[in-house]
């Protein structure tokens, strides 16, 4: 079994920067996409930002130019840099990830616990 442990949370500043890591661990024979997720209290978990195997990278309109994703395969480490952080960026940050264990033959969904992101003056 796969598990994501994400670091890294915390309080800062509007205009501040701060970065997330995801590691993961357990059984794992591959994995394929690993993304950043977020939810605002009163809203639907939204993609942040997502990262393929091959680094191809996908961005929400209200983060891109902003936040960089970016992964370690030989680590099964998915990291965010944020920047020029808002309020409105406030939210539980999840990591996700599509694995395989060596006795699966397919790939499931995996997420993290979640860390608290809270941009405040």
């Known amino acids: 079994q796969v598990q994501l442990l994400e670091s890294g949370g915390g309080l800062v500043q509007p205009g501040g920067s701060l970065r997330l890591s995801c590691a993961a661990s357990?059984?794992?024979?591959?994995?394929?996409?690993m993304g950043w997720y977020r939810q605002a209290p009163g809203k639907q978990r939204e993609l942040v930002a997502s990262?393929?195997?091959?680094?191809?990278?996908n961005y929400a309109d209200s983060v891109r130019g902003r936040f960089t994703i970016s992964r370690d395969n030989a680590k099964n480490t998915v990291y965010l840099q944020m920047g020029s952080l808002k309020p409105e960026d406030t939210a539980v940050y999840y990591c996700?990830?599509?694995?395989?264990?060596?006795?699966?033959?397919?790939?499931?969904?995996?997420w993290g616990q979640g860390t608290q992101v809270t941009v405040s003056s």
């Open positions: 996700h990830a599509e694995s395989r264990g060596f006795r699966d033959t397919a790939y499931s969904p995996v």
């Open positions: 990262i393929t195997s091959r680094l191809s990278t």
């Open positions: 357990g059984s794992i024979f591959s994995i394929n996409a």
